[in-house]
């Protein structure tokens, strides 16, 4: 699943950061004293991790260290091998949300390449202590039309089986770390979906291997999962979510040595209807200050509204535990940022369902540790133990008997660095300037004025796409009024989720919240042909827009729109975009745009 490659339309309408980059203790060793070690295989009492420099210099009992070490008590708490998300899309800036919450490394499952090669270029130069590593599959392997293609990105599709070995040696050229190969017909989102042939995957899958490249796959079906183990595909990066139980297959995958991310935390929220286990995170009184708001808004969000499917996300967990009992390695991943996921803290809930799946604790443990490490050739992580790098976690509590303590985390260390976790709740807590219900623009001075707050052009020409924006005003507004303003453009294919129009921020800063819960709604005039996209940004449902549409008249008509449609009260009230709604050409006139009680 990706519906989060949204994440660059948020890079473009959002004009600054949530808060600058972390500050980092600079210290060139560190013993952590007398502590639980989960060391990404075992468990031991009362250990002394020595770290210098990048890596962990020493692990044992009552070890010497430098005199101007940084030296902490571990008494009380477990250290664990930094997380690893094997399963994610770090579109935009999301790594260092990952770190906060102690993942130091995502593996992701489809990115833009080049952004993929800088960091990891950066990484490799030791410039990556304040974020998680990046590894990536880059541009996934996917026929025309195919899942991957509907958002707009420009990507080259695989067609025909006998391409396959130049296609894969394109994505080795890009820089992909490793080959993940889309095998989604839509079957179990009642849709038809173009897909691969299965000679495509089959020989994908083997060019894969050509270049010593894990082929790793997209499947929803028990039938595609059975077509990327007779592949020879690596591993399979979600669990199939149709038919019934199949002894033969889980069988076949343990002796052949597949390995499965199964991506519960998004299959959660997909079956629970009108939210899961990513809106209880959020909700959480522990966990909020250290997520922005967009994250939090990311984790309330969910696939549509729908009836609860308990059963069918039982059955899920069913297949999970089955091949868990074969001894078929089971990774922790989080598919974020999907609805209902957050880079970061969505593998703590990941962690949590594969209990509930029938892991042990420590099981689940090493699935977000070591057997990722493991699958994806990372030697260099996912263990705590001599000249391995220096990520690691500590958290209160006991993990390996509750897994629920991988929450209360007390340190976080990436390449030797302690890393200061960003605590958003101050920010939370300032008081929001409050803007009462009223008009605030008419456009009858022929200008953007308006009684707060401000205008803008806004198109996603600023995250790299192509759409077109032309603002003017005519005389003659609704109800005679002496002006209006005409927005005309085209939203061009380019860009998976193109948008342009005039976009209005109600703070005195751009994209600053306000308080306008003393309105129950927006109410403004409009005409022209077509359809009008309106889109609204506040705090609490993250920076993805909410949106909804209104038909346009030939004539002057006013519309209201409550908060209440985008599920908001209207108390974080950040922006309001007006947009075209389909690619092509558009044109309509606003007026008489207000907050209504």
């Not at 707060?452 to 790299?464: F, K, L, N, R, V």
Request: charged share 25%; with cysteine; hydrophobic share 40%.
């Amino acid at each position: 699943m990706l519906g989060n490659a949204r994440r660059l339309l948020t890079c473009g309408l959002v004009l600054g950061l949530l808060g600058a980059l972390p500050l980092l203790a600079q210290e060139s060793a560190t013993l952590i004293e007398n502590v639980r070690l989960f060391d990404g295989d075992t468990v031991r009492e009362s250990v002394d991790v020595l770290v210098e420099g990048l890596t962990i210099s020493a692990v044992g009992q009552d070890l010497e260290a430098p005199p101007a070490a940084h030296r902490v008590d571990g008494s009380g708490h477990t250290l664990l091998p930094g997380l690893i998300d094997s399963h994610t899309h770090a579109f935009g800036d999301v790594l260092t949300d990952a770190l906060n919450w102690g993942v130091t490394t995502e593996l992701d499952m489809f990115t833009a390449w080049s952004a993929a090669k800088a960091l990891r270029e950066e990484q490799r130069n030791g410039g990556a202590a304040h974020r998680a590593d990046l590894f990536s599959a880059g541009t996934l392997i996917t026929a025309e039309g195919g899942h991957g293609t509907q958002f707009g990105l420009p990507i080259p599709t695989l067609d025909n089986a006998d391409d396959a070995a130049a296609h894969i040696a394109a994505r080795v050229e890009e820089g992909s770390d490793y080959i993940k190969i889309v095998l989604e017909d839509g079957r179990t989102i009642g849709r038809k979906i173009n897909t691969l042939s299965d000679a495509a995957a089959r020989s994908a899958v083997a060019a894969a291997h050509d270049h010593q490249k894990l082929a790793v796959v997209h499947v929803s079906t028990l039938e595609k999962a059975k077509l990327a183990l007779d592949a020879g595909a690596d591993g399979l990066v979600h669990i199939y979510d149709s038919g019934e139980p199949d002894a033969e297959f889980v069988k076949a995958a343990a002796e052949r040595g597949l390995f499965v991310v199964p991506t519960l935390t998004v299959l959660d929220t997909v079956t629970a209807g009108g939210g899961g286990g990513g809106a209880q995170l959020a909700q959480d009184e522990d966990l909020r200050p250290f997520l922005s708001s967009d994250q939090a808004g990311r984790l309330r969000a969910v696939f549509g509204k729908r009836e609860p499917q308990k059963e069918r996300f039982a059955k899920i967990q069913g297949v999970v535990r089955d091949l868990h009992e074969a001894g078929v390695p089971i990774l922790a991943g989080s598919d974020a940022p999907n609805p209902g996921t957050a880079h970061g803290i969505s593998v703590h809930r990941e962690m949590e369902l594969l209990v509930g799946a029938g892991l042990e604790p420590i099981e689940a443990l090493k699935a977000a540790t070591s057997n990722a490490a493991s699958a994806f050739r990372l030697n260099d992580r996912g263990r705590i133990a001599t000249g391995l790098k220096a990520d690691m976690v500590l958290v209160d509590g006991d993990p390996t008997k509750d897994i629920l303590a991988t929450r209360r985390i007390a340190g976080i260390w990436k390449d030797g660095e302690r890393f200061e976790r960003r605590n958003f709740q101050a920010a939370q807590e300032i008081t929001k300037t409050e803007r009462a219900p009223g008009l605030f623009t008419t456009f009858d001075d022929g200008t953007l004025k308006a009684a707060y707050g401000s205008w803008m052009p806004s198109t996603d020409t600023m995250a790299g796409g192509k759409s077109t924006l032309d603002l003017s005003f005519i005389d003659e507004g609704a109800e005679g009024s002496p002006g209006a303003l005409r927005v005309t453009g085209e939203l061009v294919k380019g860009f998976m989720f193109p948008w342009s129009g005039p976009m209005f921020s109600p703070g005195s800063q751009p994209m600053e919240a306000v308080d306008a819960s003393a309105a129950t709604k927006v109410r403004f005039w409009a005409r022209g042909v077509g359809t009008l996209r309106v889109m609204l940004f506040a705090e609490s449902i993250g920076q993805i827009p909410a949106q909804t549409t209104v038909e346009l008249t030939a004539d002057w008509k006013q519309h209201e729109v409550p908060f209440a449609t985008f599920d908001v009260d209207g108390s974080d009230f950040m922006a309001l975009l007006f947009s075209g709604h389909t690619r092509g050409k558009f044109a309509f006139d606003l007026d008489g745009i207000e907050l209504a009680p």
